[in-house]
Nanobody
Framework: QVQLVESGGGLVQAGGSLRLSCAASERTFSSYTMAWFRQAPGKEREFVGAIRWSGGTYYADSVKGRFTISRDNAKNTVNLQMDSLKPEDTAAYYC????????????????WGQGTQVTVSS
């Protein structure tokens, strides 16, 4: 059982930056694909970005060039650096871990954090 704990959310003005972190309890963390999803009220859960155990990264078109995902396998953490934030980035952000080759589909992830709120004011 992998436990994931997100941190770093908050309120920021448009154009600002936030850095989200996700700490994993599992010592085999390095073997998992780690991903970030987000969900705004009344909307479906949306893929943001993912990073494979090998370091390969994937991003949603809506965040490409603004968000950067990284991982530190020695510390069992994955980070999401969010720059040039927009009001439409406002959502609850969730960290997820899984071993499926399908990185963008939330249903294939086995473990989820509790979420952290990001609010971007205009």
């Amino acid at each position: 059982q992998v436990q994931l704990v997100e941190s770093g959310g908050g309120l920021v003005q448009a154009g600002g930056s936030l850095r989200l972190s996700c700490a994993a309890s599992e010592r085999t963390f390095s073997s998992y694909t780690m991903a970030w999803f987000r969900q705004a009220p009344g909307k479906e859960r949306e893929f943001v970005g993912a990073i494979r155990w090998s370091g390969g990264t994937y991003y949603a078109d809506s965040v490409k060039g603004r968000f950067t995902i990284s991982r530190d396998n020695a510390k069992n953490t994955v980070n999401l650096q969010m720059d040039s934030l927009k009001p439409e980035d406002t959502a609850a952000y969730y960290c997820a871990a899984g071993r499926s080759p399908l990185v963008t589909a939330w249903r294939v992830y086995d473990y989820w954090g509790q979420g952290t709120q990001v609010t971007v004011s205009s």
